[in-house]
């Protein structure tokens, strides 16, 4: 009789573990079990149907193998959560690792969380980063103890499949894609009937549906084409608008910054600029999931070429570093690129770097030298914290000085806010 995964850690987030949870998260108990009702059944399933060959088991022993997810507190979730490192190390270690369980998904999975516990959406996020780990270090326990193979894996995640049978409405459609199913739940209409849920979770696939039954959409798949022209309208007038507004000048007193709610430290760039997400080794066997075209592979690759010289010339931008607006305070989001950057550091002893912050115009130049050296020192500090050796790292602020985007445009203002690294000895 296979394992129940579900239950199991259902069972084991239950009592002061379940209080500590939803206290960090700042969501009451109740709304918390219920929203990891929904989150650990969805890790399952979306494990389950990440796996389908071998070849993606043995991806997926990798992918536990190289965060150390098979042995450890991660194998417990009472100790994971109360371990040294606590909820916050969880929700850091599973968030990167989202995109691999649920792909371009990971968004309406976390909204369907959300809905279905009635909390918000960023707890929604956390949790599910916390649920990640927390599900393979049970599958890696579990695959541990029978064989470290392939055949073992597929074994377990096939025998969830039965499990999954009791999952919440919904769960079918929202890892197939099936945006219908999904919007049964998001809406709170009425869940569907047992009978049903247990047909499209169990099959993985949206249930078919009598013909009657989706007669009423045809008049709203008409309107598409109507609304995608209005927002497409809506969209060139508000262009016009910022083209055609005066600048405002700034006056030459410190004040709140025009920044989006949550600024980046440099322009980020599309998915598609930073190019796939790969597995590197390093040349102390610690592997790394980074994007192939960001700062990490540009910053290993000049590390590694005899022929490129140190100099001033040769700054790297981060391109998943976010603060909190107006502050020098980072964001939850900048931490898989932080521990990559880290990680490098220890694997190349000899390197040492210096973190220049940099701003736009748009406040006086006190204020920005101010803000800048606040964001390069933060910085510095977090790498520290991950276990680099402070005496190869240092921090200076630049201020508004060096821009690399003219600051007459929000798009350039938005790139010359940005934190740099330099290499000085390699």
């Excluded at 989150?39 to 193998?65: E, F, M, Q, R």
């Excluded at 190390?89 to 809905?115: C, E, K, M, Q, Y």
């Excluded at 600024?263 to 997400?277: E, K, N, Q, R």
């Excluded at 980074?290 to 700054?315: C, H, M, Y």
Aim: proline share 7%; hydrophobic share 40%.
């Amino acid at each position: 009789m296979p394992t129940n995964l579900i239950n199991q850690l259902l069972g084991d987030l239950r009592g002061d573990t379940l209080n500590s949870v939803s206290s960090a998260l700042g969501e009451s108990p109740a709304k918390t079990q219920s929203a990891l009702g929904a989150a650990v059944p969805a890790v399952v399933g979306g494990l389950a149907n990440k796996v389908n060959t071998a070849g993606d088991a043995n991806a997926l022993l990798d992918l536990i193998k190289g965060n150390h997810l098979d042995a450890g507190p991660y194998t417990d979730a009472a100790s994971a959560v109360k371990g040294p490192s606590g909820l916050s190390g969880l929700i850091d270690t599973g968030r990167p690792l989202l995109d691999s369980v649920f792909g371009s998904r990971t968004g309406s999975v976390a909204d369907w969380v959300s809905s279905l516990g009635g909390i918000s959406r960023t707890s929604a996020s956390s949790l599910l980063g916390l649920t990640v780990p927390l599900v393979l270090g049970q599958v890696g326990r579990q695959v541990k103890s029978a064989g470290w193979n392939a055949a073992n894996l597929m074994s377990l995640l096939a025998g969830q499949r039965s499990f999954l049978q009791e999952a919440p409405a919904g769960l079918a459609g929202i890892l197939s894609g099936d945006e219908v199913a999904a919007r049964r739940v998001g809406t709170y209409e009425a869940a569907t009937p047992n009978y049903e849920r247990a047909r499209a979770v169990g099959t993985y696939q949206a249930a078919p549906r009598r013909r009657a039954s989706w007669l009423w959409l045809l008049p709203l798949l008409l309107l598409i084409p109507l609304i995608g022209w209005l927002l497409n309208r809506r969209a060139d007038l508000v262009k016009q608008t910022v083209t055609t507004a005066p600048r405002v000048e700034v006056p030459a007193t410190p004040q709140p910054r025009p920044e989006t709610p949550i600024a980046p430290a440099a322009t980020v760039p599309s998915a598609a600029a930073l190019g796939p997400f790969i597995e590197m080794k390093l040349p102390n066997d610690v592997s790394i999931r980074i994007p192939s075209n960001g700062v990490e592979s540009k910053l290993i690759t000049f590390i590694q070429d005899p022929a490129r010289p140190l100099g001033a010339d040769n700054w790297f931008s981060f391109d998943r570093l976010q603060f909190d607006t107006d502050s020098a305070r980072l964001t939850p989001a900048s931490s898989e690129q932080l521990r990559n950057i880290s990680e490098i550091m220890k694997a190349y002893p000899q390197v040492k770097i210096k973190i220049g912050g940099y701003t736009d115009n748009q406040a006086d130049a006190a204020y920005n030298m101010k803000l800048s050296q606040e964001r390069a020192t933060n910085t510095v500090n977090e790498l520290v914290t991950l276990g680099t050796d402070p005496s190869r790292v240092e921090a200076e602020g630049f201020g508004a000085t060096h821009p690399v985007a003219d600051n007459a445009t929000p798009e350039g203002r938005q790139r010359n806010r940005r934190v740099d690294i330099l290499v000085t000895n390699k």
